[in-house]
């Protein structure tokens, strides 16, 4: 699997939309770029995922780059709730495990 | 709503001591995982199983077992703790093998003294 390259941490104020960017110039063309997060003390939790397309869910927005070899994720309209680590994982369908990366910490500012 | 339930929260145990982490599923995934946490080397996977009574093992299976009998349980077993086991237990499971949508449970943490 490519390699995702992340900010480590990420401040973004209340209301506003938070955008997590995500390297993987190494991406294959068989590669979905997957997202999770994980709020503290909870397991991971899917948030969307995307091959070539934008894709747009009720959690959050996914812009893929034309070359694919970045991404951003957006929370359009950021809460208290939304502090957590986000996590860009290049997966291949049928690779059977997902890699986690350090992925980003994301801190909502009241 | 999609359930995956890890059967303890926390536990601590002794060095030596046989631990089972249990993990149920209610959504009839075929796949189920175990994953472990650590500060500083994210989430490595231990195990996995795509169908009952069969396993794979994952990056670092050495210290632990696994037993699927059941569809939708998927347990853990350290057979002799060891503190450097010590860490955040996480299950997962999945409807298909070839999806990265997985279903992640609160965790387990356990301490070994």
């Known amino acids: 699997d490519a390699k995702t390259t992340q900010p480590t941490s990420m401040d973004c104020a209340e209301g506003r939309a938070a955008n997590l960017p995500c390297n993987h110039s190494?991406?294959?063309?068989?590669?979905?770029v997957y997202w999770y997060r994980q709020i503290h003390s909870q397991g991971p939790q899917y948030i969307i995922h995307?091959?070539?397309n934008n894709e747009t869910n009720e959690m959050a927005s996914l812009i893929i780059t034309e070359d694919r070899k970045s991404s951003t994720l957006i929370l359009p309209h950021a809460t208290l709730r939304d502090t957590a680590v986000y996590y860009c994982?290049?997966?291949?369908?049928?690779?059977?495990?997902?890699?986690f990366g350090q992925g980003t910490r994301l801190t909502i500012n009241p | 709503d999609v359930k995956v339930t890890q059967s303890s929260r926390y536990l601590v145990k002794r060095t030596g001591e046989k631990v089972f982490l249990e993990c149920v599923q209610d959504?009839?995934?075929?796949?189920m995982f175990w994953y472990r946490q650590d500060p500083g080397l994210g989430l490595r996977l231990i195990y996995f199983?795509?169908?009952?009574?069969?396993?794979e093992k994952g990056d670092i299976p050495e210290g632990y077992s696994v037993s699927r009998e059941k569809k939708e349980r998927f347990s853990l077993i350290l057979e002799s703790a060891s503190t450097n086991q010590t860490s955040m237990y996480l299950c997962?499971?999945?409807?298909?093998?070839?999806?990265?949508?997985?279903?992640f449970g609160e965790g387990s943490r356990l301490t070994v003294l």
């Open positions: 199983s795509y169908d009952v009574k069969m396993k």
């Open positions: 995307g091959l070539k």
């Open positions: 997962a499971s999945s409807f298909q093998l070839d999806t990265g949508e997985l279903f």
């Open positions: 190494t991406i294959s063309g068989n590669e979905y």
């Open positions: 959504m009839d995934h075929e796949n």
């Open positions: 994982i290049a997966f291949i369908q049928g690779a059977q495990k997902l890699v």
